[in-house]
């Protein structure tokens, strides 16, 4: 598919050790790409980062640029390696202190008495940022730029999306067809699909075989936005799959 230069375009940033080492499975990758494809915000990149300063403020830097809009998680409950809003403020070069905001939001859940420096550290935003609301546990997230910073936490990251939608930028939504092939293997009709892929440059489409209770299956997907166009792909391939078939 061709790139649509007025396409809005979008990055996911993971932050966390316990997502590499494998302790915990990330579910928010998915959550948030089926999010961006519903609103016609282009998913072009995600990527998972350590615990580590110079990566997460390189990482940071890098796709803030090339990218609408960067959506990290992880990395900002009260422990020492929670460390992603130091490394924003450090990427867009400002300062970060509590924030009265986010400390009074704390102070929503947490006893006065009970607001230690550990829980502090939830309340500690770049300056100039915008807070995101967490209505479940209220410690926030926020928005800085073209960058959301949210929980790692499933359940409170979908709430902080939940916030932030309204107010995203948002492209048109893209028109997804799927033709089943059956037990054709891809190496039978390959080089047809690249040629049609070829003659039709403003859609994608890509084959995915996997295995069903019924046995092998493999899936032709075509993706675009442009409803003549996938519809046009789509025809061709549903003749090649029927010549295939005869």
């Known amino acids: 598919m061709t790139t649509d230069p007025h396409a809005v375009t979008a990055a996911i940033l993971?932050?966390?050790?316990?997502?590499?080492?494998?302790?915990?499975?990330?579910?928010?990758?998915g959550s948030i790409a089926d999010y961006l494809t519903a609103v016609g915000i282009d998913l072009r990149e995600?990527?998972?980062?350590?615990?580590?300063?110079?990566m997460i403020v390189e990482a940071v830097n890098a796709l803030r640029a090339r990218?609408?809009?960067?959506?990290?998680?992880?990395?900002?409950?009260?422990?020492?390696?929670d460390i992603?809003?130091?490394?924003?403020?450090?990427?867009?070069?400002?300062?970060?202190?509590?924030?009265?905001?986010?400390?009074?939001?704390l102070l929503e859940r947490i006893k006065p008495e009970d607001l230690n420096a550990a829980r502090l550290r939830m309340a500690?935003?770049?300056?100039?940022a915008d807070l995101i609301p967490n209505p479940i546990s209220k410690a926030p997230g926020f928005r800085i730029g073209n960058v959301f910073v949210m929980a790692g936490v499933p359940a409170i990251m979908?709430?902080?999306l939940?916030?932030?939608?309204?107010?995203?930028?948002?492209?048109?939504?893209?028109?997804?067809?799927?033709?089943?092939?059956?037990?054709?293997?891809?190496?039978?009709?390959?080089?047809?699909?690249?040629?049609?892929?070829?003659?039709?440059?403003?859609?994608s489409i890509g084959s995915y075989p996997s295995m069903t209770q019924g046995g092998f299956l493999n899936?032709?997907?075509?993706?675009?936005?442009?409803a003549a166009a996938v519809a046009a792909a789509r025809a061709e391939i549903a003749a090649l799959v029927a010549r295939l078939r005869a």
Do not use: W
Request: charged letters at 25%; aromatic letters at 4%; glycine letters at 12%.
């Open 14 to 29: 993971v932050i966390g050790d316990e997502i590499l080492s494998g302790r915990t499975k990330d579910k928010n990758i």
């Open 124 to 128: 500690r935003i770049p300056d100039g």
């Open 67 to 81: 990218y609408t809009y960067l959506f990290t998680t992880g990395g900002i409950g009260p422990t020492h390696d």
């Open 46 to 54: 995600v990527r998972i980062v350590p615990d580590e300063a110079p």
């Open 158 to 160: 979908q709430a902080m």
């Open 84 to 105: 992603t809003a130091d490394c924003v403020a450090e990427a867009f070069g400002v300062g970060i202190d509590v924030d009265p905001r986010a400390r009074a939001m």
């Open 162 to 203: 939940d916030e932030i939608g309204p107010t995203l930028r948002t492209g048109a939504r893209v028109i997804s067809e799927t033709i089943e092939v059956g037990n054709i293997p891809e190496g039978a009709y390959a080089s047809d699909l690249a040629s049609i892929a070829g003659a039709h440059p403003g859609v």
């Open 219 to 226: 899936r032709i997907v075509v993706r675009g936005k442009d």
